[in-house]
């Protein structure tokens, strides 16, 4: 269960993600300025938050990272799981949607809809 902050938070997400603002990829959470769906929640710590977190890496691949650090990798799943309100395994699930469950332009509409489920039940 979810609260409502954090209801509001994932139905943000969600938008974001069909939004067509984040071009998609798969399998890391930002190549370029490609991200996978995570990656998505990860930007939005990043420029909506005062989490003190940054984007760090080139455009093979980037990491989210401490801003105040500049080279201490930050947990994903703690961050994205702590702002969201997302169990491990439901922020994997979200992950897979993107990155095994379905085609190529399609990968964020994957991820949203179990977003969705998440929220709805």
């Not at 769906?37 to 093979?60: F, P, Q, R, S, Y």
């Not at 801003?67 to 799981?81: C, I, L, M, T």
Request: net charge negative; proline share 1%; hydrophobic share 35%.
């Amino acid at each position: 269960m979810f609260t409502e902050t954090q209801t509001e938070r994932l139905k943000y997400l969600a938008r974001e993600l069909r939004s067509g603002k984040y071009p998609e990829c798969a399998g890391q959470l930002r190549r370029g300025e490609r991200f996978c769906a995570i990656g998505v929640a990860c930007d939005i710590l990043v420029n909506e938050t005062d989490k003190g977190l940054c984007w760090e890496g080139d455009e093979a691949g980037k990491r989210l990272a401490h801003a105040d650090e500049r080279h201490g990798a930050a947990d994903w799943s703690k961050q994205v799981g702590g702002y969201f309100g997302l169990s491990t395994n439901e922020a994997l699930s979200i992950a897979d949607a993107n990155d095994h469950g379905a085609s190529a332009g399609m990968r964020h509409e994957a991820a949203a809809r179990v977003i969705d489920a998440l929220v709805d039940s």
